[in-house]
């Protein structure tokens, strides 16, 4: 479960990241959720850092999305004490206050979904794919 939503969760915003580079009224300049060129290539790089988990790493899908979360809530808490009406987030990227907010609920949601999946689905099998051979009886 781990892995399928770490794959929902980098379509996500790899897609969110390349919206962003088109002009649209929900993401860029003039956008709901103001982002810039940098803030864009942020969306994409988390994106493909799940999805490249998520594919080559499955087991450690949900502690990425705890990562990832941990991340975005910082980052909420920074916007929202340090550029509170909007400007550049750690004289990084661009953003505004609903950024500010969608990081936050994004953080929870990341987390939560980590949390939740964490060690699901993950039992070891054995490499012939049975049941493990009885220890060998010491010799006499």
């Known amino acids: 479960m781990a892995k399928k939503l770490a794959l929902f969760f980098g379509i996500v915003f790899v897609l969110v990241g390349i919206l962003g580079f088109i002009p649209n009224p929900l993401v860029g300049p003039t956008g709901i959720f103001d982002t810039d060129m940098m803030h864009n290539i942020v969306h994409v790089v988390f994106g493909l850092i799940l999805l490249a988990v998520a594919m080559w790493a499955p087991a450690k899908s949900a502690l990425w999305m705890i990562i990832l979360g941990i991340v975005y809530i910082v980052l909420a808490i920074i916007g929202l004490l340090m550029v509170p009406n909007g400007g550049q987030l750690l004289g990084l990227v661009a953003t505004n206050m609903a950024d500010h ?8 949601v990341l987390i939560i979904a980590g949390f939740m999946t964490k060690g699901k689905g993950m039992a070891p099998v054995p490499a012939s794919g049975g049941s493990m051979p009885p220890p060998a009886a010491p010799m006499a």
Do not use: K
């Open 101 to 108: 907010w969608l990081h936050a609920v994004l953080g929870i």
